[in-house]
């Protein structure tokens, strides 16, 4: 089997493909050495990861699967495309295959640990709940959490009419920390999301909840999950009467986030992270 050159330099994600054409017949490209001018020039399967292409100038070093860790940024979309709003991937500013897709998603408004990767198999294992792959978020919720909150994650919480999460853990970290005013907002804004709220033009910025309902402080607690369901761990904590006002996954299986990474920054994985990643799903 052959790859097309043109291909090859557009799955490593260099240039859309009608422009790597063009370069290639201006003769900015060059395979082990020589001057190829032909977009359609074959490359044989056995010497994809060895042999030496350059692209203006700079060499093009082909990966049939590429691993990325992100820092999630609140208010960037868990998606490949949109046409309204920024995605993940329009994060990527670098080189990266096209084929790349986030594994799983976070919410628009929560941030942290993010997987990238054009690995579908790897992909689909770890997202798999026989797998049992714990996934950690930080979070801060309103007020102070009832005593029996830990037990009922461990029990698996009745969070929607037809659904019981699995078994879960929780570790309050922190209770008693003041409120802030964007804090109160994602409170209110939780509430009415997950109470069905739906408010006309007209009321858009005035809220359901009288002033005396909002807490004044909020609780730091992690949450561990192995299930990944639509706001989740937003209605988990909405059935014990209350509402996360910030939330950022931590970490996923053996996967922890880099502190080095500020938000909307990404990293290729590296050998160990991706070797434990295996391990962990067979």
Request: charged content about 25%.
């Amino acid at each position: 089997m052959h790859m097309r050159l043109d291909k090859f330099l557009a799955d490593m994600g260099v240039d859309p493909r009608g422009k790597i054409k063009h370069y290639i017949k201006w003769g900015k490209v060059t395979v082990n050495g020589k001057g190829v001018t032909d977009p359609g020039f074959q490359i044989r399967d056995q010497d994809l990861n060895s042999v030496q292409v350059s692209y203006k100038g700079h060499p093009v070093v082909y990966a049939r699967y590429e691993y990325y860790m992100m820092h999630k940024p609140a208010g960037v979309l868990s998606a490949t495309e949109d046409k309204k709003q920024t995605t993940v991937l329009d994060l990527m500013t670098g080189p990266v295959r096209k084929d790349v897709f986030p594994v799983g998603r976070l919410d628009k408004d929560t941030e942290g640990l993010l997987l990238l990767t054009n690995d579908g198999e790897l992909a689909h294992r770890l997202l798999s709940p026989k797998h049992h792959i714990d996934k950690v978020y930080l979070a801060r919720v309103g007020g102070e959490l009832p005593p029996e909150s830990v037990e009922a994650f461990q029990q698996g919480i009745h969070y929607d009419t037809k659904l019981t999460a699995m078994p879960a853990g929780l570790t309050i970290l922190r209770t008693g920390l003041p409120m802030s005013e964007t804090e109160k907002a994602s409170y209110i804004k939780n509430y009415e999301l997950l109470s069905g709220i739906k408010k006309d033009a007209s009321h858009a910025n005035a809220s359901c909840l009288d002033v005396s309902q909002i807490p004044d402080t909020v609780s730091e607690v992690t949450a561990t999950i192995q299930e990944g369901k639509f706001h989740q761990i937003k209605k988990m904590f909405h059935a014990l009467g209350t509402e996360v006002v910030y939330l950022k996954r931590v970490s996923m299986g053996p996967l922890q986030l880099d502190p080095a990474l500020a938000p909307g920054q990404y990293r290729p994985l590296t050998e160990a992270e991706l070797a434990a990643l295996r391990e962990l799903t067979g």
